[in-house]
């Protein structure tokens, strides 16, 4: 099993910043792929970005790309989402998972995910 808990979320202007953290607890999460996703209110559970075990391979959805940054810290057990610019539209739940292992095909496909933290509240306002 592993645990995973989401901090970081809070209220920001556009254009502002805000770092997730995602810290792990449980099985060696070194071995695992996180991921993070997020959820607006009445619509569908969408990736963001994941970062492989090594930290060496990462993805992101194209709504992201440029402005967020994954990164992992294996000897913490943690997994980081660096949101810059903002905008409105990033306002959602933002949810940290893990799955064992990388594999690039799947690595944005929700159900791929065995475990999942309890969210974090991002907001941004105009």
């Known amino acids: 099993q592993v645990q995973l808990v989401e901090s970081g979320g809070g209220s920001v202007q556009t254009g502002g910043s805000l770092r997730l953290s995602c810290a792990a607890s449980?099985?060696?999460?070194?071995?695992?792929?996180g991921g993070w996703f997020r959820q607006a209110p009445g619509k569908e559970r969408e990736f963001v970005a994941a970062i492989s075990w090594s930290g060496g391979s990462t993805s992101y959805a194209d709504s992201v790309k440029g402005r967020f940054t994954v990164s992992r810290d294996n000897a913490k057990n943690a997994v980081y989402l660096q949101m810059n610019s903002l905008k409105p539209e990033d306002t959602a739940v933002y949810y940290c998972?893990?799955?064992?292992?990388?594999?690039?095909?799947?690595?944005?496909?929700?159900?791929?995910?065995?475990?999942w933290g309890q969210g974090t509240q991002v907001t941004v306002s105009s």
């Open positions: 449980g099985r060696t999460f070194s071995s695992y792929t």
């Open positions: 998972a893990a799955r064992f292992g990388w594999v690039h095909t799947i690595v944005a496909v929700t159900t791929a995910y065995d475990y």
